[in-house]
């Protein structure tokens, strides 16, 4: 990749050696500007990929991020500035209101780029669509993000901002950020104290009016590193090998859940010569106040993620919890989803109403299958998108001669829904692994076989799909048709665990 500030080219992953057919070589589908990067950096981008031809007809009104990108078309608005004798229009004349529009709206038009997500639509929605009728919001899985939810992978803003006290009470990304300049509203800790002061901020009402820009709270020398605010609560983690980001979360110093479940502190960030023990110590001593060193969601994801069964319980009361963060609930009832037995009708009623469309749409996969059609109907007609495909996803295995008439015109609408978001993405692997498992489900077999083709045609490294392929090859076409296949895959992932033991279980060179 071109480095802007460094004026040279970097390697994205120095000292690997990736090989042209390796999905992460700069050709790959994980590279392809078309598929992974223009949605967010040109304005009113379509993909427009042929997966038959295996080519890009991509077009763009503009090549990088426009007016239109965030305000929407502006055809009415160029109308009216040339006779601006006539009254302004509604909003300008854009679709997208941010004068007299809701912050959510606000937010969520920020996030449609600054979120780690799966797009439902070709390219760029219209400026003012809810994020989650375009978008799949990522949640805080492992590989994403720390068990507490600090990011770890390349997340960006969004899923972090969703966690904090910030976002809980109103604040908008354009409280801190000038929107056209890319700037911060004030230089260093100025952005901060704007509210966080003994003045505080009316918009606000339920700041604490104290002095934070002070050695008395920060304990650091005024104008050093550890005296900005972005130190202690933004941790900084580097992706690309050149740009640095800051969680947006805004979480107090926590090194004593550092200590107890793996995870990073902007304490120990520093001090690197020192323990989390340490920290831990050290922030207890300073800070007396016991308020912010209580339970934390991430001590119960974090028991999810180790023994999903064992934490089964606590994962179901984190879920329940309206006084967390939407994302933590849902995912916990992701995690929940690891055990492998669907969760009682009577708990999930009042999930599947949550008002946060990510809660809904993570209950739908834990309904049992007898109760699929009763609890998910409602879903299938939800407002938002993902919700609908959530739950036409788990109608996969219903029986459609059990359904009703009117239920059967939902779930034509919602798996509509979910072809097109898929018919959009033919150009990832991760969709064709989606469509060979929805194949099976419905016991398609050559179609199955043609999705985990497709995957590992474009990109050779996913083992899992080699592996599903040789299995599905051996029931319907034989041991040596399987071998042969068997072969093809470990000539590329030689080393994987799984189709080692395939080689050993089928016999053969």
Not at 50 to 79: F, I, K, L, M
Not at 267 to 291: M, N
Not at 406 to 432: C, V, Y
Request: net charge negative.
């Amino acid at each position: 990749m071109w480095d802007v500030e460094g004026e040279e080219w970097v390697h994205l992953y120095p000292g690997d050696a990736i090989a042209p057919d390796d999905g992460l070589h700069w050709t790959g589908p994980y590279k392809t500007w078309n598929a992974r990067c223009a949605e967010c950096h040109a304005t009113d981008y379509r993909r427009a990929y042929s997966p038959q031809q295996r080519r890009y007809n991509s077009r763009s009104a503009e090549s990088g991020v426009g007016c239109e990108a965030c305000h929407g078309p502006g055809q009415t608005h160029v109308d009216w500035a040339a006779d601006p004798s006539q009254p302004m229009p509604e909003a300008g004349g854009f679709s997208m209101d941010y004068v007299t529009g809701s912050t959510e709206a606000a937010i969520q038009q920020c996030a449609g780029c600054h979120a780690r997500r799966e797009n439902l639509t070709d390219g760029n929605p219209v400026p003012g669509t809810p994020f989650h009728d375009a978008y799949r919001l990522a949640l805080l899985r492992p590989g994403l993000y720390h068990a507490d939810g600090q990011i770890l992978d390349e997340v960006y803003v969004y899923g972090s901002f969703l966690q904090s006290k910030m976002y809980a009470q109103g604040v908008s990304c354009t409280n801190c950020h000038e929107a056209h300049s890319a700037t911060l509203v004030a230089e260093c800790n100025a952005v901060c104290t704007q509210c966080h002061s003994p003045a505080g901020n009316p918009n606000f009402p339920t700041l604490a009016l104290q002095d934070y820009d002070t050695p008395e709270h920060h304990f650091h020398s005024e104008g050093s590193d550890g005296a900005q605010c972005k130190s202690c609560h933004m941790a900084e983690r580097t992706y690309m090998q050149v740009d640095g980001r800051r969680d947006h979360s805004f979480r107090v110093p926590r090194p004593d859940l550092g200590a107890e479940m793996g995870s990073p502190d902007t304490c120990t960030d520093c001090h690197v010569d020192q323990t989390q023990g340490w920290a831990a110590e050290e922030i207890a001593k300073r800070f007396l106040d016991s308020r912010h060193q209580g339970r934390h969601f991430g001590q119960v994801l974090a028991l999810g993620r180790a023994d999903p069964i064992g934490a089964a319980a606590a994962l179901s009361g984190l879920a329940s919890d309206t006084a967390q963060p939407g994302i933590a609930r849902a995912t916990a009832l992701y995690l929940m989803q690891g055990l492998g037995q669907p969760v009682a009708a009577e708990a999930l009623r009042p999930l599947m109403a949550d008002p946060d469309p990510i809660i809904r749409a993570e209950a739908a996969a834990l309904v049992a299958d007898a109760e699929r059609a009763t609890l998910l109907t409602p879903l299938l007609a939800d407002p938002v998108r993902s919700v609908r495909i959530a739950a036409a996803r788990q109608m996969l295995s219903v029986d459609p001669n059990g359904l009703s008439r009117s239920q059967m015109a939902l779930l034509r609408e919602a798996m509509g829904d979910w072809r097109r978001s898929i018919s959009n993405k033919l150009d990832f692997p991760e969709t064709h692994l989606v469509m060979g498992g929805m194949a099976l489900t419905t016991h398609n077999y050559p179609a199955a076989e043609a999705a985990f083709r497709e995957t590992v045609r474009l990109d050779p490294q996913r083992a899992e799909a080699w592996s599903i392929l040789v299995r599905m090859v051996h029931a319907t076409r034989g041991l040596d048709a399987a071998r042969a296949v068997l072969r093809e895959a470990l000539d590329k992932v030689p080393d994987d665990l799984a189709l080692v033991q395939l080689r050993g279980q089928m016999g053969g060179e």
